[in-house]
């Protein structure tokens, strides 16, 4: 098992990945809300002038963590890049995944 950590900024691109994991069979991810480095430094008075250097830093960031078997990861990477574009251009989000050890409490889960 693997955790695929996804984030992105817009919202609508969030609805989309949500339905694409489905159709992937991949099902219980968990979406967060919050807001970037760049976005909080940028309200800080004395730190504005840095909010150049945070692409995308005015808008709320979406955190969407899914757990799954690990055969699954290399294609909702490819879907989370057709949603969202190339993870390597400016703004588009950023995914990564981390080992699962252990999971309780999701249907069909792996030790």
Do not use: N, W
Request: one cysteine or more; a negative charge.
């Amino acid at each position: 098992m693997e955790l695929l950590v996804t984030i992105i900024k817009d919202y609508r691109k969030v609805e989309s990945l949500l339905l694409g994991f489905v159709e992937a069979d991949v099902t219980g991810a968990t979406v967060l809300e919050g807001q970037g480095m760049g976005q909080l430094l940028g309200d800080v008075p004395i730190m504005a002038g840095l909010k150049g250097l945070f692409p995308g830093s005015a808008h709320e960031s979406y955190v969407v963590i899914t757990a799954m078997p690990s055969d699954k990861i290399t294609e909702c990477v490819a879907l989370v890049e057709k949603i969202c574009g190339p993870m390597d251009m400016p703004s588009a989000g950023i995914v990564f995944t981390l080992p699962v050890g252990q999971i309780r409490g999701m249907k069909d889960a792996l030790d």
